[in-house]
């Protein structure tokens, strides 16, 4: 059972459209992170969210943490091609100690010139 | 800067080899992991370790070993490699704070290839 789902799966758009990605769960998260990962590279973190209803803007990237605290996302406006790589959030279901973050599958994102 | 480094970013072995992949982080992090990365399966965690000498099991530990026998290196074993292991492995190593597990830091990844 994927504990975190992912969409869309892929998406291609034209640059300077605006896109939004999804991160939904039926489990409660304490936190949750967005990462974004470029071909042959590690995953590289953009935000963490904690609370509730929180929102966090990163230049033109929108991260939403779900007032339950279930589900996110990622709203990217005048998409840039050097947006594109694949996003990835991941979430700490158990309460303290290191269990390890949840990885969803991602969401591959290409933003043609 | 913190560095999470693996010590090889392309391996190709043969089946049965036994087959050690290391990582080493230099930001005295509590926390280490591995994955694997496989295409419409995302990212797996392998196993973790959260102090010197212990370690834990994550989803897909079949296979694999760890040792962590200094804080600042965790290392992966394919006791005896198989076609299937064929993946990109990615480590990672987080601080914690309080009892927070907080941002992970990420290798920049081997791929390894089964033959």
């Known amino acids: 059972t994927q504990l975190l789902e992912q969409s869309p799966q892929f998406l291609s758009i034209q640059e300077g459209e605006n896109l939004t990605v999804y991160c939904n769960s039926s489990s409660v998260f304490s936190s949750l992170q967005w990462y974004r990962q470029e071909p042959g590279e590690g995953p590289v973190l953009l935000v963490t969210?904690?609370?509730?209803?929180e929102v966090k803007k990163l230049k033109r990237l929108t991260f939403q943490f779900g007032d339950a605290r279930k589900d996110s996302s990622l709203h990217i406006t005048a998409a840039q091609p050097g947006d594109t790589g694949l996003y990835l959030c991941a979430g700490e279901v158990k309460g303290g100690g290191a269990d390890g973050l949840t990885f969803g599958k991602g969401t591959h994102l290409i933003i043609q010139p | 800067d913190v560095k999470v480094t693996q010590s090889s970013r392309y391996l190709v072995k043969r089946t049965g080899e036994k087959v050690f992949l290391e990582c080493v982080q230099d930001?005295?992090?509590?926390?280490m992991f591995w994955y694997r990365q496989d295409p419409g399966l995302g990212l797996r965690l392998i196993y973790f370790?959260?102090?010197?000498?212990?370690?834990e099991k994550g989803d897909i530990p079949e296979g694999y070993s760890v040792s962590r026998e200094k804080k600042e290196r965790f290392s992966l074993i394919l006791e005896s490699a198989s076609t299937n292991q064929t993946s990109m492995y990615l480590c990672?190593?987080?601080?914690?704070?309080?009892?927070?597990?907080?941002?992970?830091?990420f290798g920049q990844g081997t791929r390894l290839t089964v033959v």
């Open positions: 930001m005295d992090h509590e926390n």
């Open positions: 370790s959260y102090d010197v000498k212990m370690k």
């Open positions: 990672a190593s987080s601080p914690i704070i309080g009892q927070m597990n907080t941002e992970a830091f």
């Open positions: 969210v904690v609370t509730g209803g």
